[in-house]
């Protein structure tokens, strides 16, 4: 079982590439998120997906699009990526039902810098 | 909008202390949960503490319990006999019940000395 699981851990783009980052979670787990955390500024919600098939926005979506390909993979992509968008970013998902259903586990983040 | 506010952007204690972190939060809603989470170096983010709102009684994790206080809107984190691995960012994260969207505090940088 190894939970959250994030490619890659690192990735250096120049101004204007394109990346997907990959997550995908084996607990069976409803919900997923992507996050940004940016020194200083604590962890935002870039989109989720509150179930398979549906995804949201969240407080910092602009320059991001996101795919649920299926109940375990939510992936993140950066169609034209900025300095802007340098950060370290985390998935997570969450159970929604049942006992602590409302707890997020994370993945181990990956460090994007971007020249 | 609900927000997080963890005032205390580092904190150092002895080996051994107690440490109190402190967090409050601005909701209208009735319905929500509170949670501690600690990133050490390693950057991998880990469950420390879970509250339900609705419950009175302080959710309690070995050595880690909380103060919370639902109608000053606060909720802190107290480490027992602080040990070196305890050094680490921690954030105080909201989620409201109804959206299910977690907001996260700025974070505390504590430092456990020797």
């Known amino acids: 079982n190894a939970g959250v699981t994030q490619t890659p851990k690192f990735q250096v783009l120049k101004t204007g590439q394109s990346m997907t980052l990959q997550c995908a979670q084996d607990m069976n787990h409803n919900s997923m998120y992507w996050y940004r955390q940016d020194p200083g500024m604590g962890l935002r919600l870039i989109y989720y997906s509150a179930s398979e098939g549906t995804t949201d926005k969240g407080e910092v979506p602009n320059g991001y699009n996101v795919s649920r390909l299926n109940k375990r993979e939510f992936s993140l992509r950066l169609e034209s990526a900025a300095p802007s968008q340098t950060s370290v970013y985390f998935c997570a998902s969450r159970k929604t039902s049942g006992g602590a259903g409302d707890t997020q586990y994370f993945g181990p983040g990956t460090r994007l810098t971007v020249l | ?114």
């Open chain 2, 1 to 114: 909008a609900q927000t997080v506010t963890q005032s205390q952007p580092e904190m150092s204690v002895q080996e051994a202390e107690t440490v109190t972190l402190s967090c409050t939060y601005d909701t209208s809603e009735s319905n929500y949960y509170l949670f501690w989470y600690k990133q050490p170096p390693s950057r991998q983010m880990i469950l420390v503490i879970r509250q339900e709102a609705y419950k009175q009684q302080n959710a309690t994790e070995n050595r880690f319990s909380v103060n919370f206080q639902k109608a000053a809107k606060s909720f802190s984190l107290k480490i027992s006999d602080s040990q070196l691995g305890d050094t680490a960012m921690y954030f105080c994260a909201f989620m409201n019940s109804g959206t299910y969207k977690y907001i996260f505090g700025t974070g505390t940088r504590l430092k456990v000395l020797a």
